[in-house]
């Protein structure tokens, strides 16, 4: 620890050994200095002298790529224990809605049974699990959220309606945002002309501008893409709810047009699995390359969703979340073709380990152990900076015993 100007003391850590991917196809044997919870310093990897040692946190990430956190630019924190509820295929959103909650109300009662401050912890834990950092909540910001303990960092700053048809009244929504930040919105979630014509209606009640972020987009055509180049509005999508819902994937030959595009994870009701399952779905089946699909959860979010703090990328200056997985000599857009959430060993929020394997664990230093509780994710164990054992004690008193699911993975303390 070293003093700052006003004679605080400043935590110092170092994260060295690895290889540290400075961009999707840039990699580096680097240190990382961090203090306070940012980057300080990328040094070229020198072995750390024993003055260094004690004078700092150390870990040691030797045989690892090191990625920035990842983006999830769309997710319902607090469905993240529902199952996937459907029986596609739908021809737009609002036919969906009506369906579940007339097919499937006994499964949704049952889920709204656990209070929703732990389901929204589960949504943090959800995205931990798989190198999320940051999460942009697309519904109110609840005080879980704001806590400092929570997983992972989630959005504070932005607006939010649900849609043109669900959203009340929008333009309020939209006056209400704060100045200068994004106003989220579900927009032309769909295959028939319910979907297609909204976005000509958020154009005509002026909430078309380089502040709106429409999510899922199925249905904008090339006029459409023409429009929100034109208004220079930004978009997220959700390939893997919408090929379960409408039984049609995002046309990213067309949407790709967008001058910014991001991916999000969307919820468990509708999506296949967590955020680097949702990469690999959009590669293997959009034609996203993995050049793209790196920066659509990394540096394309951060600029849509007006972050300000270097998230989605290792910087000097930005906020030191890092995530960590086996080195095989690939850069970090090709790993992504491949990675789950069985690879991602350590995650970083903020200068503080907020998750590692059991590997990492054993060459963490007492004082970053302190505080990680063990869980075991359908076979995988991983420690995480959550209070897990109380948080699965409270869900299951709801759910039952062993009825926990997380993406579909079960959920347990191991023994």
């Given amino acids: 620890m070293m003093p700052d100007p006003e004679g605080k003391q400043q935590k110092q850590v170092v994260v060295h050994g690895g290889i540290c991917a400075l961009g999707p196809q840039a990699r580096v044997q680097a240190s990382i200095q961090i203090t306070d919870g940012y980057i300080t310093g990328i040094l070229s990897e020198p072995p750390l002298s024993p003055n260094d040692r004690s004078?700092?946190?150390?870990?040691?990430?030797?045989?690892?790529?090191?990625?920035?956190?990842?983006?999830?630019?769309?997710?319902?924190?607090?469905?993240?224990?529902?199952?996937?509820?459907?029986?596609?295929?739908?021809?737009?959103?609002i036919e969906w809605g009506t369906d579940i909650h007339n097919k499937f109300p006994d499964i949704i009662a049952k889920h709204r049974a656990v209070p929703k401050d732990l389901r929204v912890w589960w949504g943090g834990i959800r995205n931990l699990l798989c190198g999320v950092t940051t999460v942009s909540h697309h519904n109110p910001l609840r005080a879980e959220m704001q806590r400092e303990d929570f997983p992972v960092r989630v959005i504070q700053e932005y607006g939010w309606g649900h849609s043109l048809a669900l959203g009340g009244d929008?333009?309020?929504?939209?006056?209400?945002?704060?100045?200068?930040?994004?106003?989220?919105?579900?927009?032309?979630?769909?295959?028939?002309?319910?979907?297609?014509?909204?976005?000509?209606?958020?154009?005509?009640?002026?909430?078309?501008?380089?502040?709106?972020?429409?999510?899922?987009?199925?249905?904008?055509?090339h006029d459409g893409v023409a429009?929100?180049?034109?208004?220079?509005?930004?978009?997220i999508v959700c390939p893997s709810s919408n090929n379960f819902l409408f039984e049609k994937l995002p046309d990213m030959s067309v949407l790709g047009a967008i001058d910014n595009v991001a991916l999000g994870n969307d919820s468990p009701l509708t999506a296949e699995g967590d955020l680097l399952d949702e990469i690999r779905f959009a590669i293997r089946l959009c034609g996203i390359s993995s050049l793209d699909a790196y920066r659509m959860v990394t540096e394309n979010p951060a600029l849509i969703l007006r972050l300000e703090n270097g998230e989605g990328a290792i910087r000097v200056s930005g906020i030191a979340d890092l995530i960590a997985f086996r080195d095989t000599g690939c850069d970090a857009a090709h790993r992504l073709q491949a990675l789950s959430m069985v690879d991602v060993e350590f995650v970083m929020l903020g200068g503080r380990v907020q998750l590692a394997s059991e590997a990492v664990l054993e060459r963490l230093p007492l004082s970053e152990k302190h505080g990680l509780e063990p869980v075991w994710i359908d076979g995988t164990i991983r420690w995480l900076r959550t209070p897990v054992k109380e948080l699965l004690q409270k869900t299951e008193e709801a759910l039952g015993k062993g009825e926990l699911r997380l993406s579909g993975k079960q959920i347990r303390i191991p023994a």
């Fill in 55 to 93: 004078s700092c946190t150390a870990i040691d990430l030797s045989g690892f790529l090191i990625m920035p956190g990842l983006i999830n630019a769309h997710d319902h924190l607090e469905f993240a224990l529902f199952p996937r509820l459907a029986d596609p295929p739908y021809r737009n959103y």
């Fill in 227 to 235: 429009l929100m180049r034109e208004r220079n509005a930004s978009l």
């Fill in 170 to 221: 929008l333009i309020a929504a939209r006056s209400a945002t704060p100045e200068g930040r994004a106003f989220l919105v579900h927009a032309c979630e769909g295959v028939d002309e319910v979907a297609r014509v909204e976005l000509l209606g958020f154009d005509r009640l002026g909430l078309l501008d380089d502040h709106t972020v429409l999510v899922h987009g199925l249905a904008i055509d």
